[in-house]
């Protein structure tokens, strides 16, 4: 195994993040702890543009594995997405702050779709059905899929605790 290959599958390294116009003091919060709020997280907001530039945000669930972040949407932020594909997905509750930078692509390969299909079945006890790029619920609903692969991750630990504001870099291959 290589060196680069040892170094792409190690935990990206927090640095303090700049907010407020300033470094925060630190310390930096480990990656293990963001990604422990990213995975239990019941729900996130999806923040997409319109192609004419207008924010959408909307509430969605969604699974946080091996680094990215898989959702369906058979809202029109799927059809934004089509156009440009740079999204943002954050935590819904909680005074703990985790907010994802990056680019979504479409999930096609049914065996990939099962591992959103299975861990939502899991997470939110609901049954998903999988075809070829996309889930559907035993309510007839069909949607597309998507991984979000983040570029840039915040966070901090409580809303008045910006002082531990990290910024983890991505992207990195597993």
């Known amino acids: 195994m290589t060196a680069e290959l040892l170094e792409n599958t190690q935990d990206p390294a927090g640095t303090s993040a700049f907010i407020f116009n300033q470094t925060a ?3 930096a919060k480990p990656w293990s702890w963001a990604e422990n709020l990213l995975a239990s997280a019941h729900t996130y ?4 543009t319109s192609p004419d530039g207008v924010p959408h945000s909307r ?9 990215t972040f898989l959702f369906s ?9 089509e156009v440009n594909p740079r999204a943002s997905v954050n935590l819904q509750v909680g005074e703990d702050v985790v907010m994802i930078e990056g680019s979504c692509s479409r999930v096609i390969a049914v065996d990939e779709i099962n591992v959103l299909a299975e861990a939502v079945g899991v997470k939110y006890d ?3 059905s999988v075809t070829e790029g996309r889930v559907h619920t035993q309510f007839g609903q069909s949607a597309p ?8 991750v915040y966070g901090w630990a409580g809303i008045a605790e910006w002082e531990s504001a990290t910024r983890w870099d991505f ?4």
């Not at 509430?59 to 680094?67: A, E, F, I, Y």
């Not at 992207?171 to 597993?174: F, I, M, T």
């Open 126 to 128: 609901w049954k998903l």
């Open 73 to 81: 949407s058979q809202n029109r932020c799927g059809r934004f997405l």
């Open 171 to 174: 992207p990195r291959a597993r």
């Open 45 to 48: 907001w999806l923040v997409t």
């Open 25 to 27: 003091p630190g310390p």
């Open 59 to 67: 509430p969605l669930w969604g699974v946080w594995d091996q680094d």
């Open 145 to 152: 899929v998507f991984r979000l692969t983040p570029q840039r």
